[in-house]
Each structure stands twice: as structure tokens, then as C-alpha cells.
């Protein structure tokens, strides 16, 4: 059999054109696309090959994946494709070791792989017919479905569901109804448990009414015991939080009055929830009513008072709603006895909702300590009440919730003067309100308090962080990774946009292979809807011109081989990208990679056809453009259509096959579609690049004429350079004459700037110059302010930096 190679050697060496071989060491420097789908990085030219010859390449980290999400992630495919399943042991225990782990927040769609792993251990039970969950792997999971993801959570309240009404209550497969009915009371007790945090999950994800409905049938009535009490109250407080968290004031008084009918004893709790949601709402009568209440304790029936919060709650309200008066009433039964510590936190934030200064502050926490002492020298068995971090915290947060940080600021002093150290809560605000002034450099002196912490606020505050210094682009990239480092240690979670921000850092520094392992880290742990907050801005980042395009091209890389998601806009959008920086090569490489694509949503289409054509008629890429074009005769998921043929005739006129560019012309002109406007123009085009184009310009001109065909602006112009490049000077300058009668419009900068750069010849050039001067000099005038370049080196003819591209 010939070979292919020698064919194509002869071919090239008979045509005068070089032979190139992209496997050369020592090419050039240009990326290189990989052909394994793994993760590689773009490949450049070689350098300092002795010397490095014995160093040993580093590896690029591999993806981490939570653990089990791979095994539920290929059930899910086999089912998709109709394969053969994976045995359900193999199943059960990816389902156990992904719910095993505990420092994880599980995302809708890790919820979703999970849902669908359980649905097919219950059609497949255990040799000995037993189900795969047992009760403590239905709690376990249940209790990591109490913690809320950043996606919203439908997925995780949707198997939750599926847990209660498909696993739990069916008697063949786990626990069954009359459990709760069971003589014994640890079966009871178990039951209760699981109920408490089902409804912990209804509550949390927007489905508190129906958490009420479980709440009437199985937590009311007489409570026999201590325990029993605190699972009734526990119950209705979660379903008040619950109607709160969704802002449904209708249903949360509802509920309210039900309790009330039920008997259910309204607790200390309960009284804070309604307190603090009626308050934020600036609805002072409700939060009286309910301030007002009697409480009944859960331990002790005689604490009846209302608590620390409740305090803070109605007089922030009374503050912010300017019923002084009330709280003052409400301050002064605090004073009648000795306040307890709560009680002397509300007053102190009352004051500075008030507008009393630091100083005042200051003033009254000498007021505390005096009467505290007091109470104490009179009865010795009384606590010890002092000013301590809290009550701090709590001014700090009430300044941060004014907007003023200089209060704030000064609070965290009062405290130091006091002796009061700040806590992690403290350096948490602290960081929190430097960075809403803009502060980097003071909140990151803060974060030395808060390192290590786990906490949700925490770390979303050190993630602002982050994000802020990376955006500064002023501070030493040391100084951002030993943060980073920190979270990476402590297990804590970092958000998308922290990702991207850090990934875009080591971009910008060279350092792929580093961006590449932090996103393997983090990236595969994310839902679909945050790695699309990644894809958007990397590719933000690719189409920045200010960056480099190796830079974009690696990118690029990241985008096509991390994100295989990355839909087909998107991709053009790169591939546009790379035409506009004048590498068709890497534009092919993007357009290749959608071709070859077998995912319908990726694969190259119609649109993707017309924009590479384009690109390749702006950047006269004609090998490129071969290959192209013979990947679209052997497509057939696309038919041609006049705009797709408008793309091939623009190209190949673009890249100088003028006559190739008038084959498509007559194929658009007899197909049932016929030509646009576009097409016209294009045509024109064509011509103005062959040897006598006029003789077949005029034909077309004469036919547009013939019938009636409006000839706008671009469609004149572009006959008018298929006869200045053929030498027709006179002709041009006697149809531009006649324009305005003719077509009503004027020649303007557009018609004349185009005329004098399809003119290609120094002679008639100066010609076109001093006809502009002298009829249209304002139009020279601007002409020559965007500059122009000199042809064959500087000895040939002029061009002006104007953009002449014409769309399909």
C-alpha cells in the first residue's frame, strides 16, 4: 500500500511549498493540542533540555473526588446507556462512604447521584431480602442532609422525602409507623429522633407546612417526661424557624394560634423567634405581643422572663421604629432588679441604637460593674456579672449592621482596654467591616485571629479575603497562598468565586500546572450551576485582551479538558477569541474539538461551520480552511444553506481562491433559497480580488439593476472596490457623482475610505486623494486621523487602518 506521507511530501515539493512536521523538537513555539482527553498541559518548545534531562517531570495532582461519588456517578451512566449495572454491595458501600464523611457540605447534584443509588439498592435487596440502609445509615444521612449547600437544596428536600415516605414508613423495609405505638421506649425514643430531624430538613429547605402536619400528628399532647417535653418544643420551635427562614408571616401566626389550641407550652425559644422575625420586620405590635407573653421554661416552671435575645430583639426595635417609650419601660423593669448578664448586652445595644457613643458605653459598663458588686456584697451567692467578649461582640455587630466601622472599630478597643481579649467571632466582624472600607491590609492583619477557623461565617468572610486581595493585584502572592494554604489545611470550604480568583493568580504568573491542581482539588466538588461561575469567568479571562494569548491559550486547555461542559457558545466564543488575536491555528484546534465532539450539545453546528469560515477569510488561513471545509462534506447533521455558503464564499475569497468564492455565488443564485444582501456584497468582493473582476461585477451590477433591487450602502460600496481595484477610476469617480440622485445617500467615510483601499496603485491613489480633498475634505480629514500602513515594505501603496470584514 503507498504511503500517505511520501504522497503528501511529492505533492508539496511539486507545488513549491514546504513540508512542515508538527512533531518537531525544535519548532517553533506553539501550543500543542493534546490528543489524550486526560488532563495535560499545553505543550511548548523545548528548553534547557541537558540540564533538565535528569530532573523529574512534575505530575499533574489528580482529580479529588468526595469519596463514593465516583462509583454512584458510573450507575448513574450505566443506567443512562442501558449497560450492565454495578453489584448493589459495590453500591451500598460508595453510598456509605460518601454519607461517612463529615466535613463536607453535598451539593444538589451529589444528592442527586446519592437519590439514585438508594433508588436502586431498594429494588435490589440483600440476599436475605433485608434492605441496604439500616436505621442508623437512614439517620446518618439525614443528618448530612441538615446541612444546607450553597444550590438552593430542592435535590436534598426531595430525598429526604423519598427517605421518609418510600424507606422509612414501608414495614418490609425499614422502620415502620407503629413505632411510635411500640411498647418500648427506646424503639419510641429512636423514632422520635429520626422525626426531629426530618423536620430539621423540611424546615430548612421550604417545606414547613408540611413539617407542621407531622409535627400535629406526632408531637403534641400531654408530655409524660422531661425528654418528651423538649421533643415537643424542639418540634414546633424548628417549624417556627422553619415559616420564618421562608418570610410567610401568615403561616408563621397561624401556626402560632395552632400551638396555642394544641397546649403546646410556649417556651423561651419560641418567644425569640417570634420576637426577632416580628422586630426585623419593623412590626413593633407583634413583637410586643409576643415579648409580653408569659414563657413557661422547659426545666424550671418559675423562669418566665423573657431571655437575652428577646431583650436585644424589642429594644433594637423600639430604636429603629422611634417608640422610645416602650423601651424605656422595657429597660426599666431590667433595672428594677438586678440585671443578669443578657439583659445588661440589650441595654448596652439599646444605648447605641440610641445614638450613645463608646464613651457611654464605657460609662455604663462602670455602672455594671458597680452594681454588680453591690448585689454581691449583699448576697455573696450572686454570680458574677462583667462586660466579657459577648457584650462586645454585640455593640460590634450592631455598628457593623449601621454601616459604621469606626464605632466598631472602637468598641473592639473599649474591650482591650478592658482587659475583654476578642474571640473568633470578633476577628470574624473585624476582617468583615475593615474589607467593607476597603481596608485589605488591616483585614488581614485581623485574619491572624481568625486562622483555622471552620465555622460557615468564617470561612465566607476569609474567602472575601481572599477574593479582595487577589483583586488588588497589590499584594505579594506569598502572602494570598499562605491564606489559601491555611484553608486547604483546616478542610474548610472555598467558594467558586475564590477559586477562580486564586486559578486566575497563578494564570497570570505562568503557573498552569498550579491553577490546574487547585481546580482539580475543588472544582469536581461543586454543582454544575458554581462550576458554571468558574467557566464564566476563566473564559472572562480568555477574552480579556490584555492578557497574553499563551495565557489564553492555557486557558483555553483548562476550560476544554476540566469542564468538558462547556457549552458550544462558549466555545465559539473562544474560537472567535483566538481569530481576533490572529492565531487561526489555535481557532482550528477549538473548532476541531467541537467537530469531533459527540455530546449534542458541543458539537460543531451550523453557527459553528459560519464562524470558523469567517475567521478563516479574516485571517487568509487557507490550509486551515481545506481542513475545515472537507470536515463539513462529511457532516451530515448540516445542510447548506445561503448563509453557510455566504461563509465559504467569504473565505475563500479571503484567502485569495477568488474564482472558487464565484462557484458558491452561481450555487447560492440557483439554490431555492437565492442570495442576501450579503451575498451581493460578498460577490463583489470576489471580484475585486480577480484578474478583470469587473467583467464579472458588472454582469451581477447589471442584473440588480435590471430587477429593481434596492442597492443600500454596502452593496455600492462593495461594486464600488470591484472597479477601483480593476483600474476603473473614471467609472468610479462618475458613479460616485451620481450617487446621491441615484441612491440617496452621500458619500461618506465608510464609501470613501473603501474606495481608496480597494485603489491599488500608487498613480490612481493620489487621483482618489485629491477628489476626497477636494469635494469631501472633512471625510480626509478623518481619514487620515486613524493612520494607515505602506505596502511591499514601504514602497508600495497606502492602506488605511479601516475595518473592511463583511459578515456572512
Not at 468526595?66 to 450507575?75: A, F, N, R, V, Y
Not at 435487596?125 to 444550590?151: F, G, N
Not at 475545515?628 to 445561503?642: E, F, G, P, S
Request: charged share 25%; aromatic share 10%; net charge negative.
Amino acid at each position: 500500500m503507498p504511503s500517505q506521507l511520501t504522497r503528501v511530501v511529492f505533492r508539496r515539493m511539486l507545488a513549491d511549498k514546504p513540508v512542515f512536521y508538527r512533531g518537531c523538537v525544535l519548532r517553533a513555539v506553539r501550543p500543542r493540542v493534546p490528543i489524550q482527553p486526560s488532563i495535560v498541559t499545553a505543550q511548548c518548545s523545548q528548553q534547557r533540555t541537558f540540564l533538565d534531562m535528569f530532573k523529574p517531570q512534575r505530575k499533574v495532582r489528580s482529580a479529588e473526588l468526595p469519596p463514593g461519588i465516583d462509583k454512584m456517578g458510573e450507575l448513574a451512566e450505566l443506567q443512562r446507556v442501558s449497560a450492565r449495572l454495578p453489584p448493589p454491595d459495590e453500591v451500598s458501600r460508595a453510598l456509605n462512604n460518601f454519607f461517612a464523611r463529615k466535613d463536607f457540605t453535598a451539593e444538589d447534584h451529589h444528592i442527586r447521584l446519592a437519590h439514585n443509588a438508594v433508588r436502586y439498592l431498594q429494588t435490589h435487596l440483600q440476599e436475605d431480602q433485608q434492605p441496604w440502609l439500616s436505621d442508623s445509615t437512614i439517620r446518618t444521612i439525614m443528618t448530612r442532609l441538615e446541612r444546607r449547600p450553597q444550590t438552593g437544596g430542592s435535590e436534598h428536600l426531595a430525598f429526604a422525602r423519598y427517605l421518609h415516605n418510600d424507606v422509612v414508613v414501608q414495614p418490609e423495609l425499614g422502620v415502620t409507623d407503629d413505632m411510635k405505638k411500640s411498647t418500648s421506649q427506646e424503639v419510641q425514643k429512636q423514632y422520635s429522633i429520626y422525626l426531629s430531624q426530618y423536620l430539621r430538613v423540611l424546615t430548612l429547605y421550604g417545606a414547613s407546612v408540611e413539617a407542621r402536619e407531622i409535627a400535629v400528628a406526632n408531637f403534641s399532647g400531654p408530655a409524660a417526661s422531661i425528654e418528651t417535653l423538649k421533643a415537643i418544643t424542639s418540634a414546633w420551635t424548628q417549624v417556627l424557624r422553619g415559616f420564618t427562614r421562608e418570610d410567610n408571616e401568615e403561616e408563621l401566626t397561624l401556626t402560632a394560634a395552632m400551638m396555642e389550641e394544641l397546649s403546646i407550652p410556649f417556651v423561651h425559644r419560641m418567644q425569640n423567634v417570634l420576637v426577632a422575625y416580628f422586630a426585623s420586620k419593623n412590626n413593633l405590635n407583634q413583637a410586643k405581643y409576643w415579648y409580653e407573653k408569659p414563657v413557661s421554661g422547659v426545666r424550671d416552671p418559675n423562669d418566665t422572663e423573657p431571655h437575652g435575645n428577646a431583650y436585644a430583639a424589642i429594644l433594637k426595635a423600639c430604636a429603629v421604629t422611634g417608640d422610645l417609650e416602650f423601651g424605656h419601660q422595657v429597660v426599666a423593669s431590667l433595672l428594677k432588679s438586678t440585671p443578669n448578664k443578657a439583659a445588661w448586652d440589650a441595654i448596652f445595644v439599646w444605648s447605641a441604637a440610641l445614638g450613645k457613643g463608646v464613651d457611654e458605653a464605657d460609662r455604663m459598663m462602670n455602672v455594671m460593674v458597680r452594681k454588680d458588686e453591690e448585689a454581691r456584697q449583699q448576697d455573696p451567692s450572686h454570680p458574677v456579672v462583667r462586660p466579657d467578649i459577648e457584650t462586645i461582640n454585640a455593640l460590634v455587630e450592631f455598628a457593623i449592621s449601621k454601616q459604621d466601622s469606626y464605632s466598631a472599630e472602637r468598641y473592639i478597643s473599649l474591650g482591650e482596654k478592658r482587659g475583654i481579649l476578642p474571640n473568633q467571632k470578633t476577628y470574624m466582624m473585624q476582617v468583615q467591616y475593615r474589607l467593607s472600607v476597603k481596608d485589605i491590609d488591616g483585614a488581614r492583619t485581623a485574619y491572624f485571629g481568625l486562622q483555622g477557623a471552620k465555622d460557615e461565617k468564617s470561612v465566607e468572610v476569609i474567602n472575601a479575603l481572599i477574593r479582595a486581595m487577589c483583586h488588588a493585584k497589590q499584594h505579594h502572592f506569598d502572602d494570598i497562598m499562605a491564606i489559601v494554604d491555611d484553608i486547604h489545611e483546616s478542610r474548610a470550604r472555598l467558594d467558586p468565586e475564590t477559586i477562580t480568583a486564586v486559578a486566575i493568580l497563578h494564570l497570570r504568573r505562568g503557573e498552569m500546572r498550579d491553577a490546574i491542581d487547585l481546580l482539580q482539588v475543588h472544582a469536581h466538588q461543586y454543582s454544575p450551576s458554581q462550576r458554571a461561575v468558574i467557566r464564566q469567568q476563566l473564559l472572562a479571562f480568555l477574552l480579556d485582551r490584555t492578557n497574553s494569548t499563551a495565557d489564553a491559550w492555557d486557558t483555553y486547555q483548562i476550560l476544554r479538558q476540566m469542564f468538558p461542559e462547556t457549552t458550544r457558545e462558549d466555545r465559539m466564543q473562544a474560537m472567535n477569541e483566538f481569530f481576533a488575536r490572529q492565531r487561526p491555528d489555535m481557532a482550528c484546534h477549538v473548532f476541531f474539538h467541537m467537530r469531533n465532539s459527540t455530546h449534542e450539545t458541543i458539537c460543531a453546528d451550523r453557527e459553528v461551520y459560519i464562524a470558523a469560515f469567517t475567521g478563516f477569510a479574516r485571517n487568509a488561513d487557507a490550509e486551515s480552511l481545506e481542513l475545515a471545509h472537507n470536515q463539513l462534506k462529511l457532516d451530515l447533521n448540516v445542510d447548506l444553506d445561503t448563509q453557510l455558503r455566504n461563509s465559504l464564499m467569504l473565505a475563500y475569497a479571503g484567502t485569495g481562491n477568488n474564482r472558487r468564492a464565484l462557484e458558491y455565488w452561481s450555487d447560492i443564485v440557483a439554490s431555492k433559497e437565492g442570495p442576501t444582501y450579503n451575498s451581493i456584497a460578498i460577490a463583489f468582493r470576489s471580484c475585486e480580488g480577480m484578474p478583470w473582476g469587473d467583467q464579472h461585477a458588472k454582469p451581477i451590477w447589471q442584473r440588480l439593476k435590471q430587477m429593481d433591487i434596492d442597492i443600500d450602502k454596502q452593496i455600492f460600496t462593495a461594486y464600488l472596490g470591484a472597479i477601483a481595484r480593476n483600474q476603473l477610476h473614471d467609472e468610479a469617480v462618475s458613479m460616485l457623482e451620481t450617487v446621491e440622485e441615484e441612491y440617496g445617500f452621500r458619500p461618506d467615510f465608510y464609501v470613501l475610505s473603501n474606495w481608496f483601499n480597494a485603489t491599488t496603485n500608487i498613480e490612481r491613489q493620489g487621483k482618489v486623494e485629491a477628489w476626497i480633498k477636494e469635494y469631501y475634505p472633512e471625510v480626509w480629514t478623518e481619514l487620515e486621523k486613524v493612520g494607515y500602513t505602506v505596502t511591499m515594505d514601504g514602497f508600495g501603496y497606502r492602506q488605511y487602518n479601516i475595518n473592511r470584514d463583511l459578515d456572512p
